[in-house]
């Protein structure tokens, strides 16, 4: 049985109780996968495709990773902080060069490897529009590496991007982590967070992961459960 792997950043991450109620979108796309299939979430907070590597989280996921296994592939957040050397990458250089090192070692395992462009920030100019460069070149970058490799790309990045705009400013909060003080222990003094995603974002948006598998077709479609009916629950 094919197992995912997620590499990627604490959009996608796998939470527990002492971060309640952030949750990650893999674990909101769980259900959306056929219970047989596991899920193995390596996903950290903070990290880019340079500290994901030099940290050998990659290493990790190639010791266990088998042939007919998923990597999921989702950087960009973090890429980009070029005041932090331990993270910066230039998209059109380092971040594609290091994004084919994730490729390449899935394919050294006969494993098949997916990339998904970052989650759209929750950054609103007025109640119906968002910046123009959330996440700058990071998913042109990263599609445009996934043609040369011939990479099959879940462009999260747009799709998030469009569902945002059509629920607006104020109605997107609830898929983000806003909270009132004392609304949850963990966060007494409450927090606003356009980032992050509460357990309604995390099932909304992975959601839209398992609809871009659904678009993939073959493979990527027997992962689910029941794609015929996959617009269920993606209602805005």
Sequence with gaps: MSRIFWAGDSTVKENDFT??????IGQGMRLFI?????????????????SFLDEFRLAAIYNDIKEDDFLFIQFGHNDSKIEDPGRYTKAFGDYQENLE?????????????????????????????????????????????????????????????????KVGDEGSKRYFMHLAP????????GLTDNTHLKYEGAVAFGGL????????????????IEPERLDIGLKV
């Design 182 to 189: 004392d609304e949850y222990s963990n966060y007494p003094d």
């Design 34 to 50: 056929k219970k047989e299939i596991e899920i193995i979430n390596h996903a950290e907070n903070g990290r880019s495709t340079k």
């Design 101 to 165: 090192k994730f490729v390449n070692a899935a394919r050294n395992k006969m494993a098949h490897p997916v990339f998904i462009t970052p989650l759209c920030r929750r950054y609103f100019v007025d109640e119906t529009h968002l910046e123009e460069k959330i996440h700058g070149d990071y998913p042109k970058a990263m599609i445009e590496t996934g043609k040369k490799l011939k990479v099959p790309v879940i462009d999260l990045f747009s799709m998030s991007r469009e569902f945002l705009l």
């Design 19 to 24: 971060t309640y109620p952030q949750t990650g």
């Design 209 to 224: 992961v398992a609809k871009g598998l659904k678009e993939l077709g073959d493979i990527y479609w027997n992962l689910l």
